[in-house]
């Protein structure tokens, strides 16, 4: 094969968000929401040079057996807050807020992610999430309003209206004439309407057209139709594949879908999220990530995740025995209401199974087959094997790059920055400097082209004769 | 020694007047940039400002901010404006004495939204936060969301009966909101978060609260995501000008801002709140009266009087305000404030009628000359706008004292 540029990686940082990833009882964790434990990681993450900080979001504190969970981290700022207060602390650094499209309205969302744009010169991007639970719904003025099947639905009419309603200005309106005194070069800027199944809206947008045009849109579920969406409307997609072969399948499957949209491989980059245990040699980052699990999966926390399979309460059951010998209750789930885990489980009775016979093969306890299964450290070596494994991931297709989650808050990411970042840039496979100032600069995305922020003509008629 | 004043800068665009972008100091290009809004903030910040709000609205500009109309036709006013919160938020930590209040229209938007936001602008801000709610009874505004009609209509018409129950329910709308944004800060105890490594618990659950809100307007379970904010309660403000206003601040807010054109209308004015304060039952309460004022002051080559006129002949018309507008010098305001005070006003929202002009007049001269009257502060005394305010951390309303019993 001929030789090709080497392919630019490219990193992000999350703040760890209300999971068991987390290990918050180790001393050196810091607080979830006071804001220099954000300046903190934002700093490490641009002193690194990464492509962007990224925020998840919750809309209900997570409950099971109908109780506030309170063994992981609990409660977490406001996200659109934040990284308007990081835009005055970081310079380039991207800007990545998880916003619900179910429980917030387009107009809204809209003006906070251009706001966002403008207060960090274009930084702004905007993980899509969906939810239809009427559990978190109890939040929020119209409750449980939309069926499960029409989450993607509205999803996909939410982003489009956003993108109407931030295509609606130009660029080109305010022309600010001291003189003539002109302020705008005509009447009532920014025109809108948006008329389709879930909504009903029109009018005039009120920010004006941002740095960036459109935040950089990000969608990460990985379901058919989560993938459809991506490929239809993200420019990045985030998964969960461990393994080369499992990464470089989903890679092939997302890419594969962007001809249909009219849209190019680099158009969508597929970015996993990885944990990472660094060590001195291989043997001591082994030891280290053990260490961690069993932080990570403590006995209780092991209960918890058994009932949320088992779908009843299993408070009396023994995590260091054996994995529970009968079935899990199927039909509604009343364990944990709106926790997006128990969806995983589609066959509950065939993923006891699994679990009862890889604790048999390998005498493992209840809590020693959670730590199996939840496993989550992806990368686990040294710096050098660590670069190496994940330059590889990234050069033979099975990620455009990775965002990471440390398992201590904030200054668990120090480590990767300063010793396995310089390793990345040593080959070339990691910038050395930014390059560009917008979050589109730093992965390689177009500025994207106004789309028609307004319906066909016939439903505007009336409305557009008037200017 | 006299009772201080309390003083706010009303940041809005420009500035109040319509044709101040047109000033040769006005920067009406950088209105959507981060260092305009923090140049502002900061000047107020040295003048040792009580707080700056940031005017919101959920449409563009019109030309009357009493009741929203609909957008203007006019090509020479400014249009276009960011999100109050995120300008506040992304002033914050360049900021470290100044209160930051910006507005929330509270009429198509969620209490759990709002009072997540203002709460973690509590955080970003180490406890100098607050909100201005402002409702919204614009038909175009209302489209913007499509959730609910709200008919066209025009100022004169809250005289009828229709308009005038729209309008109430909308107050109404607005106080339950506020009650439930406030219940969500104290849905988390202040030391909710144990991490006790021995039993494997990162938050005492008992400490945290359901607020299970339900009226005609609403329904809202909590708890928060946020932890109780700094100032356990951040500050909440109002604009008033009629009698349902009053009464929406009296129950839910700890300023009132209110337009007297004198003082006498002062007097009435805080005669007529303290009466809706004591009806809602928190007459112990701290409630800030604030009178609204637009300035428009003397600078070294131009009176005041001369600016406004200058800036109407621009505009085409003579500027006309809800609140009352004073052209003149320092001295002179500074004497006004002191008749308002006499008449029962705490405080005073001054809105610039142009910036950075009339901010930078407002530090450098009017601040100066209530220093020399004792009336106002020579430094920041509290580090949080409830204490820069005289308004001490409220308990939580869910937390049970010691040794109560159940």
Known sequence: ?467 | MPEPLHLAVALDGSGWHPAAWREPTASPTSLLTAAYWTDLVQTAERGLIDFVTIEDSLGLQTDNSIVHAAPTDRVDRVQGRLDAVLVAARVAPLTSGIGLVPTAVVTHTEPFHVSKAIATLDYVSRGRAGVRVKLSASSAEAEHFGRRHIPQHRPADLATPEVHQLVSDLFDEAADYVEVVRRLWDSWEDDAEIRDAATGRFIDRNKLHYIDFQSKYLSVKGPSIVPRPPQGQPLVSALAHVDLAYRLAARQADIVYVTPPDSTDAAGIVHEVRAEQADAGRIGDTLHIFADLVVFLDSETETGADRKARLDELDGAEYASDARIFTGGAAELADLLEHYQQAGITGFRLRPGALPDDLTRITGALVPELQRRNLFRRAYEASTLRGLLGLARPANRYAVSEGATA
């Open chain 1, 1 to 467: 094969m001929t030789s090709k540029p080497r392919k630019q990686i490219h990193l992000a940082a999350h703040f760890p968000g209300v999971n068991n990833t987390t290990v918050w009882s180790d001393p050196r964790s810091g607080s979830h929401i006071e804001f220099d434990s954000f300046v903190q990681f934002a700093q490490i993450a641009e002193r690194a040079k990464f492509d962007f900080l990224f925020l998840a979001e919750g809309l209900r504190l997570r409950e099971q057996n109908g109780q506030i969970y309170d063994l992981d981290v609990v409660g977490r700022p406001d996200t659109f807050t934040v990284l308007a207060a990081l835009a005055a602390v970081t310079d380039r650094l991207g800007l990545t807020g998880t916003i619900n499209s179910t429980f917030n309205e387009p107009y809204e969302v809209a003006r906070q992610f251009a706001s966002l744009d403008h207060l960090s010169a274009g930084r702004a991007a905007w993980n899509v999430v969906t939810s239809w639970d009427a559990f978190t719904g109890e939040n929020f003025r119209r409750g449980g309003f939309l069926p499960q099947d029409q989450r993607y639905e509205r999803a996909e009419s939410f982003l489009s209206a956003a993108r109407r309603l931030v295509d609606s200005w130009s660029g080109d309106e305010i022309l600010a004439d001291k003189r003539s005194g002109v302020f705008l070069d005509a009447p009532r800027p920014g025109r809108f309407a948006v008329h389709d199944n879930h909504f009903d809206i029109e009018g005039h947008f009120n920010v004006p057209r941002s740095p960036q045009g459109r935040p950089v849109i990000f969608q990460a579920g990985d379901s058919d139709a989560g993938r459809e969406f991506a490929a239809a409307s993200a420019d990045a997609i985030f998964s969960r594949h461990g393994t080369l072969e499992a990464g470089q399948a989903f890679f092939q499957d997302v890419k594969g879908r962007l001809a249909k949209y009219g849209r190019a491989h680099h158009e969508l980059l597929v970015l996993p999220a990885a944990t990472f245990v660094l060590g001195d040699t291989e043997a001591d980052a082994q030891e280290q990530a053990a260490i961690i699990r069993k932080q990570q999966v403590s006995g209780q926390t092991a209960i918890k995740f058994a009932e949320q399979l088992w779908n009843r309460d299993l408070g009396d059951y023994d995590p260091d025995g054996p994995v529970p010998d009968f079935d899990p209750l199927l039909g509604e789930h009343t364990i944990a209401r709106g926790r997006a885990s128990v969806r995983m489980y589609t066959d509950p009775i065939a993923a006891a199974r699994l679990w009862r016979e890889l604790g048999a093969a390998r005498n493992l306890s209840l809590r020693e087959v959670i730590i199996e299964v939840t496993g989550r450290q992806n990368f686990i070596g040294t710096p050098e094997t660590v670069a190496g494994t994940i330059d590889e991931f990234v050069q033979a297709d099975a990620s455009d790059g990775f965002i990471l989650v440390p398992h201590i808050t904030p200054g668990g990411l120090a480590e990767f920055a300063d010793k396995v970042v310089p390793i990345l840039q040593e080959r070339g496979s990691f910038r050395a400097d930014y390059t560009g100032s917008t979050l589109r600069d730093h992965l390689g995305l177009a500025t994207p082209a106004r789309e028609s922020a307004e319906p066909p003509r016939r439903e505007l008629a009336g409305a557009r004769s008037a200017s």
